[in-house]
C-alpha cells in the first residue's frame, strides 16, 4: 500500500507540472504588456516598470516561468490588481465557506441519491425507476445556475421559507439550504444512475443469488451482499462529481452570494483582476488534482482486487 | 423491454435535437418579430403599421401576440429563444469541430505509435484533465481575450481547445484496441505507409465512438456557452444568447416584474441539452455497449 502511495504521488508531479505550465501560459503568455494590462488604464510609468521588474515581464518566457514557478512553489501568487489583497490568503480566507458548502452539498447528493438508486435498481422497470430516472436526466441537463436561479426564485422570492442571498454568520443555518441543493443535484443525479446500473451488475452475480437461496431477509441481501459490492465504482464517481462541485460552486456562490472561492473567482473574472483569477483556476486545479489523488487511493482500500 | 426502452430514448433525444435544430433553422418564418427590436419584419407591414412604443411593450406577461412574453426593451422571449438557439447550435457544431481536429490525430498518433508520443499526449490529456471542464473554458477565453476581438469565435476556441482531451482519450483508447486485429497486422504486413494505415483501415472503425463522443461534447457546449455568457463572456448584445437572457432575467424576477424572461431561455437550453444527452446516450448503448466503461465517469 505505502509503495502504491509513494508510485501514485510521484506520478502526479509531471501533471502538476504540466498544470502550472497551462495555467502560466493562459495568464502569462497572452500578447500585449500583462504590466499594463493590469495596472488598467491610466498607469504611471515607474508603476509599470516596478511591475515589471518584479514580475520579469522583460525576461524570456522560459525564465518567466520559473520565476513564477518558484514563487508558485511557496505560496506566492501575487496580489490582486484590484485591492492589493494577497491573492493566496484572500483564496485561504474564503476556503472555508466554499468548503461547507461542498460538504453540505456533497451529503445531500448522497442521502438523495444513493436511496433512489438502490430503489430504482430494486423497483426495475417500475414506474418508479422510470420517473427516478427521468428525474436525474433532467438533473443532468439542467444549466446549474439556471437551477440555481429557480430556486431562489421559488423558494426564496415567491415562498420566502429561505433568504435569497447571504451566508451562515447572517442569515443563520437556512441560507445554506438552497445553494446545498442546487450544487447537490448534479452529482445526487450522477450518483443515482450510477447506483443503479451498479446495483442491476451487482444483484445478477450468484452470490447475491446464494444468499436469496438460504431465506435470508431481503433487506440483508439488498444492503449487505449487494450495496456493499455496488459501492465501489459509485464511490469513484463520487470523486468524480467533485469536479462538477467545483465548478457548479461558482455559479451558485454568485447567485446566492456565498462568500466563498467561487464568488471570489466570479468577481476576479468581471473585473479582469488577472492575478486572482489566475490564483483561483491554480488552487482549483489543484485541489482537483489532490482529490482524485485521494479517491484513487481510498478505492484501493476498498477493494483491494484493483490494479490501478 | 429494456432495450426497446433504450431506443426509445434515443428515439427520444433524436426528436428532440431534430426539433432544435429546426426551430433554430427556421426562426425568420416562424416568428414576426426581429430578434433585436420589436418591430415586425417589412413584410409584415401592411400600410396599417404604427409606430409602437417600446416602453409600452416592456416586460408584457405571455400573450397570444407574444408567446412568451417580452422582454425589457419589449423584444418577443419566443423570437429570441429561437435565434438564441442558433447561436448554441453554432458553438456545439464549431466547438466539436475543432475539438476532432485535434483530438482525432492526437488520440491516433498516441494509440498508433505509442512510446514517447503516447507519454506526451497522455501527458498533455492528463494535464488538461486536471483541470475542471468550465473552469478551464472560463480561462481559455479570458486568455484568449486579448488576441480574439470577436466574443463568440473566442467562444469557439474557448470550448473547442478544452473539449478535444475527450475526443482524443476515446480515439486513443479505440485505437489500442483495434492495432491488436489481425487485418491491421496484415496491412502493415503489405508494407502501407503509416498514414495509409490509420486512414483506410483504422478511422472508418472509429466513426462510430467519435460520434458518440461529440453528441455528448455538444451538449456540455450548450451549456459552456451559456454559462459564459451569463457571465458576460460570451456573444454580446444585441444578440440573444440564452446564457445572457438569463442574467438579463433574473433582475425582473427578484423585482417581481416577470419572470418569463429568464425561465424560457433556461427551459430550452435544458430541452436541448436533456436531447443531446440521451440522443449520445442511447447510440452508445444501441451501437457499441463497450464504450460504456470507457466514458463512464469522465463528466
Known sequence: ?308 | MAVFLKQKMALTGLILTSLLVGLAAAAPWLTPYRFDGNLPLPAEMDGTYEDINALERSLLPPSADNWLGTDKFGRDVFTRVLYGGRISLFVGFISQGIALLIGVPLGCLAGYFRGKTDAVVMWLINVFWSFPYLLLVLAMDIALSHMIRSPIVRVFLAVGLVSWVLVARIVRGQVLSIKENAYIEAARAFGFSSARVMIRHLAPNLITPVFVVVTLGFAEAVIAEAALSYLGLGVQPPIPSWGRMINDGYGYILAGTGWWVAVFPGIAIMVAVLGLNLLGDGLRDYLDPHLKDELEGTR
Open chain 1, 1 to 308: 500500500m505505502g509503495t502504491y502511495i509513494l508510485h501514485r504521488s510521484l506520478h502526479m508531479i509531471p501533471v502538476l507540472i504540466g498544470v502550472t505550465l497551462l495555467t502560466f501560459l493562459l495568464f502569462h503568455a497572452i500578447p500585449g504588456d500583462p504590466a499594463r494590462m493590469m495596472l488598467g488604464m491610466r498607469p504611471n510609468v515607474t508603476t509599470i516598470e516596478m511591475l515589471r521588474e518584479q514580475w520579469g515581464y522583460d525576461k524570456p518566457l522560459v525564465v518567466q516561468y520559473w520565476m513564477f514557478l518558484k514563487r508558485a512553489a511557496v505560496g506566492d501568487l501575487g496580489r490582486s490588481t484590484n485591492d492589493n489583497r494577497v491573492v493566496l490568503e484572500t483564496i485561504l480566507e474564503r476556503a472555508p465557506a466554499t468548503a461547507l458548502l461542498a460538504v453540505t452539498s456533497m451529503l445531500f447528493a448522497v442521502a438523495i441519491g444513493l436511496p433512489a438508486g438502490i430503489l430504482a435498481a430494486v423497483r426495475r422497470n417500475t414506474w418508479l425507476d422510470f420517473s427516478s430516472m427521468l428525474a436525474t436526466l433532467a438533473g443532468i441537463s439542467i444549466p446549474i445556475f439556471f437551477l440555481a436561479i429557480l430556486l431562489a426564485w421559488i423558494f426564496a422570492y415567491e415562498l420566502r421559507w429561505f433568504p435569497v442571498t447571504g451566508y451562515i454568520d447572517q442569515r443563520g443555518w437556512m441560507a445554506l439550504v438552497l445553494p446545498s441543493v442546487a450544487l447537490g443535484t448534479r452529482p445526487m443525479a450522477i450518483l443515482a444512475r450510477l447506483t443503479r446500473s451498479s446495483m442491476l451488475e451487482v444483484m445478477r452475480q450468484d452470490y447475491v443469488l446464494t444468499a436469496r437461496a438460504k431465506g435470508q431477509n431481503e433487506a440483508v441481501v439488498l444492503l449487505k451482499h449487494a450495496f456493499r459490492n455496488a459501492f465501489n465504482p459509485v464511490f469513484t464517481a463520487l470523486s468524480g462529481s467533485l469536479a462538477a462541485l467545483l465548478v457548479g460552486s461558482f455559479f451558485v456562490e454568485f447567485i446566492f452570494v456565498w462568500p466563498g472561492i467561487g464568488l471570489l473567482a466570479i468577481q476576479a473574472i468581471q473585473t479582469r483582476d488577472l492575478p486572482m483569477i489566475q490564483g483561483t483556476v491554480l488552487f482549483a486545479a489543484f485541489i482537483f488534482v489532490i482529490v482524485n489523488l485521494l479517491a484513487d487511493i481510498g478505492y484501493r482500500i476498498l477493494d483491494p482486487r484493483v490494479k490501478l
